[in-house]
Nanobody
Framework: QVQLVESGGGLVQAGGSLRLSCAAS????????MGWFRQAPGKERESVAT????????YYVDSVKGRFTISRDNAKSTLYLQMNNLKPEDSAVYYC?????????????????WGQGTQVTVSS
């Protein structure tokens, strides 16, 4: 069973950048498709970006296309989310998640394993 630990969150001004990392342990990283999700206060957890186990395909929610980039380094068992041109509406707790190699899952219910989350706050 894989364990996931996020890092890299923080407070940033609008227009700034952050890079989130998710370190995986306890499993073979390239056996998992991965994703980033976020949850703002009072809102449902939503998908942000997902990536196949190989990195060959990715998915982005429309609101982050062109600003965020998901990537993974299977040799380091680490998932990344580069976030540029951040907006106040990007403020949320960001979670990484893993599931078996079933394809490019887009919904939170498709993911089995979750990290504890890292807070991202974007000030205007």
């Amino acid at each position: 069973q894989v364990q996931l630990v996020e890092s890299g969150g923080g407070l940033v001004q609008a227009g700034g950048s952050l890079r989130l990392s998710c370190a995986a342990s306890g499993g073979t990283f390239n056996h998992y498709d991965m994703g980033w999700f976020r949850q703002a206060p009072g809102k449902e957890r939503e998908s942000v970006a997902t990536i196949l186990w190989s990195g060959a395909r990715t998915y982005y929610v429309d609101s982050v296309k062109g600003r965020f980039t998901i990537s993974r380094d299977n040799a380091k068992s680490t998932l990344y989310l580069q976030m540029n041109n951040l907006k106040p509406e990007d403020s949320a707790v960001y979670y990484c998640a893993a599931r078996g190699r079933y394809g490019l899952g887009r919904e939170k219910d498709e993911y089995e394993y979750w990290g504890q989350g890292t807070q991202v706050t974007v000030s205007s």
